[in-house]
């Protein structure tokens, strides 16, 4: 009994932690939304019931200060053009069919023009709304007025709301994208090594595999995306964070841990393209009517299934050291560069096996697929060894470099005696012309 009981409230404190994001969430678009309403009331030339006020607030209340400027901005700028253009229009005509489609038409030639994006539409709601109503310039005046109200509330509320750069669940989500791409590469490893060689492997048993690896690239692109998405708003809350006039440092690192993690994303995506290729490759070596098909050659596919297996080894590496940016560790970094290296061995291994047969001429060499398996296996290497390993590597080198910075400014910031720092600082300055040798000479 007790430990059912144990379980229960362990569940109860588990749904309480995920939901206390969506609480934060509304607790905030309420507090803000109420805010510009009772703002809004007090504005003599506004409205009598200024609900335009908190609905602008809510529509510019965005998750970072950065996204909610923005949206604020483009909100206002809609709302005060389509109040123009129907003050304009009315003025001259009056009210009909015709001319309220004149109006639609040229307010949205006009959002058109100032490219407000998503906010287009604003602009002939605001233009239907002024046009329609009997005091037209009241009406437009006590519109502009509550969406001023709105956007600025909207903003206060973004800066007392605003948070801590979101890293964590940017980096999360490269690491976990990085496990999903190290699966497609152990999967392509383990059939390649348990296809059976001969005529079988030409009835279809491989290619049937490679269609599948096609779905499962299918699928990582629109995982791509969504990382994508998360790794923007990580970026985007580290933009005009009132917590960098707080703890300058840590924003700092946070803009160079995303940096860092949109070049990782970059890798992983050229890693999922190149391995589009080499399943195109495989695929069509399996299929390809003729004894000196590459993929035929049962040690070739093994040799081939260990340059992906070692390669997805290295991925899963390279997800646990982007799930540790901006902090980093080195063990990590050793153990990637060492996997990267023995695979480069095993990629020399396949390029010897995948030489060009000279035969009798009597039945082609199929050499273009062969250099098209060896030119997508060093592209996959390659790639992922250079534009993953120098991302992280960047920002991890920058956090430890600011960290020694701070301990060797807070040390030399403490009081000494006159004689003690007369005689310390020749060996300031010989360890500083020391080191800015070193990596002078250091080679890039």
Do not use: C
Not at 53 to 73: D, E, H
Not at 375 to 399: C, M, Y
């Amino acid at each position: 009994m007790d430990v059912l009981r144990s379980i229960m409230l362990f569940a109860f404190a588990f749904r309480l932690r995920s939901a206390r994001p969506a609480a934060s969430h509304i607790t905030r678009l309420t507090a803000t939304a109420t805010f510009a309403y009772l703002v809004a009331l007090v504005i003599p030339i506004g409205t009598s019931r200024p609900v335009l006020a908190p609905l602008t607030a809510l529509l510019v209340l965005q998750a970072s200060l950065y996204q909610t400027i923005r949206s604020a901005i483009r909100k206002v700028a809609s709302v005060t053009v389509g109040v123009l253009v129907a003050v304009a229009v009315a003025t001259f005509i009056g009210f009909s069919w015709w001319q309220l489609a004149l109006v639609i038409a040229g307010a949205l030639v006009v959002g058109r023009a100032l490219r407000l994006g998503d906010d287009l539409l604003e602009v002939p709601i605001s233009a239907m709304l002024i046009f329609s109503s009997v005091g037209t310039h009241v009406a437009a005046t006590g519109r502009i007025v509550d969406t001023l109200v709105g956007a600025v509330a909207g903003l206060a509320g973004g800066l007392v709301f605003t948070g801590k750069p979101r890293v964590r669940p940017a980096s999360s989500a490269v690491g976990e994208l990085a496990g999903q791409v190290s699966g497609l590469m152990d999967q392509m490893a383990h059939d390649l090594t348990h296809e059976p060689s001969g005529e079988d492997v030409r009835a279809g048993a491989l290619a049937d595999d490679a269609r599948q690896w096609l779905g499962q690239n299918r699928v990582l692109r629109v995982e791509i995306e969504k990382v994508d998405d998360t790794v923007r708003e990580a970026a985007d809350s580290t933009r005009l964070n009132p917590r960098a006039l707080v703890a300058p440092a840590d924003t700092a690192q946070a803009t160079e841990a995303t940096v860092a993690l949109r070049g990782g994303l970059e890798a992983l995506e050229h890693a999922t393209l190149t391995l589009r290729g080499l399943t195109r490759s495989v695929l069509d070596s399996a299929e390809a009517a003729s004894a000196a098909s590459p993929i035929r050659d049962q040690s070739t596919r093994e040799q081939l299934a260990s340059v992906l297996a070692k390669l997805g080894e290295a991925s899963r590496t390279y997800g646990r050291l982007m799930q540790a940016t901006p902090t980093g560790d080195e063990s990590l970094e050793e153990e990637l560069a060492a996997e990267f290296n023995e695979a480069h061995e095993l990629q020399e291994e396949l390029a010897n096996l995948l030489k060009p047969q000279l035969g009798d001429g009597s039945e082609p060499s199929e050499w273009p697929l062969r250099g098209e398996l060896i030119t997508h296996v060093d592209r996959l290497r390659s790639g992922l060894s250079v534009e993953a390993v120098d991302a992280v590597a960047r920002v991890q080198r920058s956090a430890r470099h600011k960290r020694r910075a701070r301990v060797r400014t807070t040390a030399w910031a403490r009081p000494t005696p006159r004689s003690q720092s007369s005689r310390r600082r020749p060996q300031r300055q010989s360890a500083s012309s020391s080191r800015a040798t070193s990596s002078f000479q250091r080679p890039r």
